[in-house]
Each structure stands twice: as structure tokens, then as C-alpha cells.
């Protein structure tokens, strides 16, 4: 096949993966946000609409309304910097209004450029396009990728944004080769070569800061990266470049700031609970045995070692990447151990390691389907077995693509099947009813779901949330004495609701103490019990 035609050929596939990618996940739009942990979605919902009457003309709105938002959306913790909400209430200023359909195309116009730089990635680090075709196929299929990559939460923007920086990242370590080469031809060369490395590194180191800067949990895996490269390409030599200082500057200095310069309170807060008090979870082989599962519940263990071999097939400076990629991955698991086994979009990020690192093995299957060998080791450039073998060849050749096409399609229809397999457009209606029901301005402690954002959102209600009998709790050595509890939390609340009643049933000391006051109002899933009598 000519070069021209199989470059059209490589265009044309990568187009309609993109446009596959991008369809699974526009599918089903405008459902709420409740398809996939709604807990972290409504924050950023929350957060985002406070944002949005922030910034909302007074003649388009009215203060009450302004200051019950911004009440409202101080409830939820802020450890992170609220990029994507802050994106997502101005595009509703813009649009005329409150949309929970724009941030989701927003996370998927993210995931989907940085699909692009994927591609490219995969492409140089096994020098064949098929396989980067299906290294970035799995990235955009997966259909755990699909329903957290559109989701609103910062974590897909963090991982775009990452992996674009180590996409250019990777093409500043492949302009030191050049440079080599540069410098024994001629000075222009070499001074264009300089040129080169300094915007790579200057993108690189841009676009894993904004990374780090949107959530700082991605460093582990920028850094491991970063590492990884850099002692590939100048060995020993790293610290007298000064590409390397001002690329170091650029990805910790915005996020050193805003994390432990400007919100150390939150920070603080953050490490405490959830790196600190958790750490007695990383010595015991319960915990490394529960996160491997979870992994497995979400990429398949099978892929998970075939990526992990990949690593080891992969050329030196592809092979240097990602063993600093997974070593990153490895600590950054370390550092948040609860997480590892409960927290799915806690891994969105290794969805692009994986798939670079299935690479490598696609790389080395294409080569083995096209080597042109048959049955015994027989080459078919040997004459005798020409015919034959070309014939058996093109059908184990054909039966491949076809086992390929099936799989994209399955895990396709599979990832198209998740997203559309509920419907969420009930719930505003219900939670508003449920808000209706409690009298205006009445002060309200909630046993509820999601933090009680459901209700805050839905139902524009602010309210203060009763202790959750959880598997959490039970690390932290954390036990609910109910009427202790009680006595503190519900003194100056005039109404207890309930909306959680499996929570209810755990607590059956909570349960006796409601069963003392009358009920003021119940209905479809909830009960209010009146504390002023």
C-alpha cells in the first residue's frame, strides 16, 4: 500500500475514534449528574452555581437568591482551586443559565485533545500508528474512561492537562537526540535544536503546573514522569540544565502557592484525615489485595499486566517514561490508601498509562501478524510456500481486524449501555418536594445521601448533616454515641430529616431518640420529625 493512502487510512480510523469517543460520552446528556459519584459531582455543581450568582448582573437575579447560593456553597469543603467550576459558571452566564450539560462537554473536549497527544505519544514510543490507534481506542472505550471523563469533577481536566504536558514532555527529550545530531552538522541546526527544546519544555512544564494546580495528587504521577525522562536524556548530568530548573519552577511554584502557601487550613485538613490517619492501611496485604481488585473491578487485571508488560517491551526513552509513570501511580496510591479501594475516579489517571502501555503489545502482535511467517516458522518470502502462506496469512490477518472491531464494539455498546441505564430526571422534582415540605427558614439536621447535596441543590435547602455509620468511621476508630450526638448537633435545629433509612436502621439509638418526637411531615422516601415539641 502506498505511504500516502495508509497516512489517509491512519487519518481517517483516528478521526472515527475520536468521534466515537466523543459521542459514548455526549450520550445521555442532559440526565443529572447522579450516573457516577454524585457526592463529588454535586460539590462542583454546588460550588458552581454559587460561582454563577457571584458573578450574575443584579438586574438578572435578586440578593436573596444570590445569598442563599453563596450559603449554600460554603458548605462544601474547598481543598482544590475551583477551576472547572469557575469555567462552567461563566459558560452559564454566557448561555443564559444554569446547564449541567456544559461542564460534561467541557471534561469531554478535554479528555478528547489530550486522546490526540496520546496518539501521538504511543505513536513515537512504538513507531507504528496501529498501535497507537488502539492504545488511544482504549483510552476513549473503556467504559469506566467514558463515565468518569465526563464528569464534573476536576479530575478529568487534571489528567488531560498532565498528560499533554508529558506528551511535550516526551518530545523535549526526543529534541536532545536531535540536538546531537544538530550540533555535528551546524550552528544554525543547533540553535534551531535550542530553540525547540526550549518551548517544549516551557509547554511541558505549563500544562503539568495547570495540571498540579487544578488537583495536586496528579504530581505523584507528573513528577514520576518528569523524573523518568529527564534521567534518561541527560543522565547524571541533569542539574547543570537550566531547561530543567525553569521546568521544575513552572510545574511546583502555582501549585506550592494556592496548596500550602494560600489554603493551608484545607490542606492541612486534607493530609490529616486522608494521608496521616490513613497510613496504618499501606502494612497490611488486606489493603494491596482490596486495591488490586478494585483495579481489576475497573480496567480488568488481565489488560492491567498486559500494560504492565508492555513497560518492559518498550523502547529505552518509551520504557523511561513509563516505569516513571507507574512508580508515580504507586505513590500516589501510597498517599491516599482509603481511596485505593473505594474511590473510582481516583484512578481516571491511570487510564492513559494503561493504554500507552498496551502499546508496546499491540506493537508487537501487529508485527507478529505481519511478518509474513506460517505454521513451523516457514517465511513466506521463501517461494515454495508463497501462495499458501499469503493466503493463510491475509485470513488470520482478517480474523484479527475482526476480533479487534468486535471487542471496540462490545466494550462500546457496554460503555453506551452504563451511561443510559438509569434515569436521573426525577430527582430534582422529588428533592424539591422533599424541601417544600420542611417550612421556610426552619433550621434542619439531615440523615440524608451525598453529603445532603441533593437537597441543597435540588431543593435549594442548606442544612447541617447527622454522623454516617460507615466503613470510614470504623478505620478512624470513630464511634456515634447517639444521644451524646444528639444533645450537640440538634439542640438549636427545629426539624430531624431522614432520607436515608438504611443508615437509619445502623443507628437504632438514633432510631428510639426520633421515635420520641412527631413527625411534621413524611412522604415517598423521607420523614421529618419535629424537634420544637
Known amino acids: 500500500m502506498p505511504p500516502l493512502l495508509r497516512a489517509r487510512i491512519g487519518l481517517a480510523l483516528l478521526i472515527i475514534i475520536l468521534a466515537l469517543g466523543g459521542l459514548l460520552r455526549l450520550l445521555d446528556l442532559t440526565d443529572p449528574p447522579l450516573d457516577f459519584h454524585p457526592t463529588r459531582q454535586l460539590r462542583n455543581a454546588i460550588i458552581a452555581r454559587g460561582i454563577y450568582y457571584d458573578i450574575l448582573p443584579a438586574e438578572?437575579?435578586?440578593?436573596?437568591?444570590?445569598?442563599?447560593?453563596?450559603s449554600i456553597a460554603r458548605a462544601p469543603a474547598r481543598y482544590e482551586p475551583p477551576v472547572t467550576e469557575t469555567l462552567a459558571a461563566v459558560t452559564y452566564l454566557i448561555t443564559g443559565g444554569e446547564n449541567l450539560a456544559i461542564p460534561r462537554i467541557y471534561s469531554t473536549l478535554f479528555w478528547l485533545l489530550a486522546g490526540l497527544c496520546l496518539y501521538d505519544l504511543?505513536?513515537?514510543?512504538?513507531?507504528?500508528?496501529?498501535?497507537a490507534l488502539l492504545s488511544l481506542t482504549y483510552y476513549l472505550v473503556l467504559p469506566f474512561a467514558v463515565?468518569?471523563?465526563?464528569?464534573?469533577q476536576p479530575d478529568p481536566l487534571m489528567t488531560a492537562s498532565a498528560f499533554i504536558g508529558i506528551y511535550f514532555l516526551y518530545r523535549w527529550s526526543e529534541e536532545f537526540g536531535i540536538r546531537e545530531l544538530a550540533l555535528a552538522i551546524s550552528d544554525s541546526k543547533l540553535s534551531d535544536s535550542i530553540k525547540t527544546s526550549w518551548r517544549y519544555a516551557l509547554l511541558a512544564s505549563i500544562f503539568i503546573s495547570f495540571a498540579v494546580f487544578v488537583k495536586i495528587f496528579i504530581g505523584f504521577i507528573a513528577g514520576g514522569a518528569a523524573i523518568g525522562l529527564v534521567l534518561f536524556t541527560l543522565k547524571g548530568k541533569f542539574w547543570r540544565s537550566s531547561q530543567v530548573w525553569t521546568m521544575l519552577a513552572i510545574?511546583?511554584?502555582?501549585?506550592?502557592?494556592?496548596?500550602?502557601?494560600?489554603?493551608?487550613?484545607?490542606?492541612?485538613?486534607?493530609?490529616?484525615?486522608?494521608?496521616?490517619?490513613?497510613?496504618?492501611?499501606i502494612t497490611s496485604t488486606d489493603f494491596y489485595s482490596k486495591w488490586l481488585a478494585f483495579l481489576g473491578s475497573l480496567f480488568g487485571l488481565t489488560i492491567l499486566f498486559l500494560s504492565l508488560a508492555g513497560t518492559f517491551l518498550a523502547a529505552p526513552r518509551g520504557h523511561a517514561l513509563l516505569i516513571g509513570l507507574w512508580a508515580g501511580y504507586l505513590l500516589y496510591g501510597l498517599s491516599v490508601p482509603f481511596q485505593m479501594y473505594t474511590h473510582s475516579y481516583y484512578h481516571i489517571q491511570l487510564t492513559p498509562i494503561i493504554a500507552l502501555g498496551l502499546g508496546p503489545i499491540a506493537e508487537a502482535i501487529i508485527a507478529k501478524a505481519s511478518a509474513g511467517r506460517v505454521g513451523g516458522g516457514v517465511s513466506i518470502r521463501n517461494e515454495r510456500y508463497s501462495t499458501a502462506a499469503v493466503s493463510r496469512l491475509a485470513w488470520w490477518q482478517t480474523a484479527l481486524i475482526a476480533l479487534t472491531v468486535a471487542v471496540i464494539g462490545f466494550e462500546s455498546w457496554v460503555s453506551r449501555s452504563v451511561l443510559i441505564a438509569e434515569d436521573f430526571r426525577a430527582e430534582p422534582a422529588y428533592w424539591q418536594t422533599i424541601s417544600d415540605a420542611i417550612p421556610a427558614d426552619a433550621k434542619v439536621i439531615a440523615l440524608t445521601q451525598d453529603y445532603g447535596y441533593r437537597l441543597m441543590y435540588f431543593g435549594w435547602r442548606k442544612i447541617s448533616l447527622w454522623p454516617l455509620a460507615s466503613g470510614l468511621a470504623e478505620i478512624r476508630g470513630n464511634s456515634i454515641s447517639a444521644e451524646k450526638s444528639f444533645a450537640e448537633l440538634a439542640a438549636d435545629k427545629d426539624y430531624f430529616l431522614v432520607t436515608a433509612f438504611n443508615q437509619l436502621n445502623q443507628q437504632p439509638d438514633l432510631e428510639k431518640i426520633l421515635s420520641q418526637y412527631p413527625i411534621a411531615a413524611q412522604g415517598d422516601g423521607f420523614v421529618l420529625y419535629d424537634l420544637r415539641k
Open 60 to 70: 438578572r437575579t435578586d440578593e436573596s437568591t444570590r445569598a442563599l447560593a453563596d
Open 251 to 281: 510545574m511546583v511554584i502555582p501549585a506550592f502557592l494556592f496548596y500550602f502557601v494560600g489554603n493551608t487550613g484545607s490542606s492541612s485538613e486534607y493530609i490529616t484525615n486522608w494521608s496521616v490517619d490513613m497510613f496504618k492501611l
Open 122 to 131: 504511543a505513536r513515537r514510543i512504538t513507531d507504528s500508528t496501529v498501535a
Open 147 to 152: 463515565q468518569a471523563s465526563r464528569s464534573f
